[in-house]
């Protein structure tokens, strides 16, 4: 009969083990996190990963050579070291590859470096899917190029303080964080205070690549102008053109127009202008003598020479830079 085979189901309750009482419970294994969190690298990371961070952050996108000119003594120690962050998932790269030339890598801002800035700042924290955004927008932006030109400026400068520490660059804002601290009435690329003891020259820089027409360049000074009368600091306007023939032209138009023009009159009345040919600079950076007055003849100035700033803080004034301001603050 059926009721009388043995039953082929495992016994109900406690398995007893030879020798009688019951198997004791098998410990539970805890569940693997795969997400790693700062915490978890914090004691990897350095203050110059730190500051690696921030210049990402504020400034798009930089270069393994401009990385390595401001922060490391050799390009191979630089590499080694943003590779290992990069499998930390602190920094992320992205390359772009042309025929016949090396492949360019650009590093952005990781999912951690952007959680840390956010979190120093007192914002909230990117998700994983904006900050992969962004550096999608990175590898397809039309104006890449000009932005790490842009950067290489003031990269240069940051490279001359590491054997010039008299001289310093104590304010690096990108043309976004210029745009809205003016309440977008200027569109610079950049805007930075050169230090020198006491004195502070700030400027904004318009850097040229060459692909506008002069009256275009001439446009762009009203904006500044009328900031200025308005409150607004009175730092020097830097042109970086690519060409000495285009900065000739460029003063030669813009006097020339002023004698039947009186906006533009009024703007060299107003605003200091300089610019540099980056085709001339004879082996100087944006810091040696290299830059001419409009108006003023071919006397070529140091970054330091320009007027000092009127730094008297105002609504559209930011007055002197703060120490936070100082793009390596962080090592300090």
């Not at 495992?10 to 693997?32: F, K, M, V, Y």
């Not at 590898?139 to 400026?153: K, V």
């Not at 601290?181 to 569109?187: C, D, N, P, S, Y």
């Not at 020339?256 to 533009?264: E, L, N, Q, V, Y």
Request: charged share 25%.
């Amino acid at each position: 009969m059926l009721d009388d085979q043995p039953s082929r189901q495992s016994p109900r309750g406690d398995t007893l083990r030879p020798g009688g009482g019951p198997s004791p419970p098998l410990p539970r294994t805890p569940a693997r996190r795969t997400t790693t969190t700062l915490a978890d690298i914090s004691a990897r990371l350095r203050p110059r990963d730190r500051v690696i961070a921030f210049l990402l952050s504020d400034h798009t996108a930089l270069t393994t050579a401009q990385i390595a000119a401001v922060l490391f003594d050799s390009p191979i120690t630089c590499g080694h070291r943003l590779y290992a962050l990069r499998r930390m998932d602190f920094v992320n790269r992205v390359l772009r590859s042309h025929p016949g030339r090396p492949t360019q890598v650009h590093w952005v801002p990781g999912r951690l470096s952007a959680r840390l800035v956010a979190l120093a700042r007192g914002e909230a924290p990117p998700t994983p899917k904006a900050v992969a955004l962004a550096a999608d927008r990175v590898l397809s932006d039309r104006t890449r190029r000009h932005t790490i030109e842009t950067n290489q400026f003031f990269i240069d400068l940051l490279v001359h303080n590491r054997s010039h520490p008299q001289s310093r660059l104590t304010r690096w804002w990108s043309e976004q964080h210029t745009t809205a601290a003016f309440g977008r009435r200027i569109r610079p690329d950049g805007h930075g205070v050169w230090t020198t003891g006491h004195h502070h020259a700030g400027f904004w820089l318009e850097h040229d690549r060459g692909t506008e027409h002069h009256p275009r360049l001439r446009d762009k000074l009203e904006p500044y102008r009328r900031l200025r009368i308005d409150g607004g600091p009175d730092y020097t306007l830097l042109f970086s053109l690519p060409t000495r023939e285009r900065e000739r032209h460029f003063h030669h138009r813009l006097i020339d127009t002023a004698g039947h023009d009186h906006r533009i009159a009024a703007t060299l009345a107003t605003l200091t202008i300089a610019t540099c040919a980056r085709d001339r600079i004879n082996g100087h950076g944006p810091a040696g003598p290299v830059w001419r007055l409009v108006g003023n003849g071919g006397h070529r100035l140091r970054l330091a020479d320009l007027p000092t700033t009127n730094d008297e803080p105002g609504p559209l004034n930011p007055g002197p830079p703060a120490p936070d301001h100082d793009p390596l603050h962080e090592l300090t």
